[in-house]
């Protein structure tokens, strides 16, 4: 199965989206990030179950894009 991810920062906050649809977003987060972002591609493992199978991601593209 295909799926689009995205994080764009769009004036004073970062927008996520999952197949061009806004899924979150950090309000007012530009002054909050003390670092340039960058890319870490992994599976998020967000509760304390085993993990009892074996994960595997295939990455098609990685694009990074820059107003500056």
Do not use: C, Q
């Not at 799926?3 to 530009?30: K, P, Q, T």
């Amino acid at each position: 199965e295909f799926h689009e991810y995205s994080v764009e920062w769009v004036g004073e906050d970062i927008v996520f989206r999952l197949d061009e649809a806004e899924v979150y977003r950090l309000e007012n987060w530009s002054d909050k990030i003390p670092e340039p972002m960058f890319a870490v591609l992994n599976f998020a493992k967000i509760n304390n179950s085993p993990m009892r199978e074996s994960w595997t991601m295939e990455v098609d593209w990685v694009r990074h894009e820059s107003l500056d």
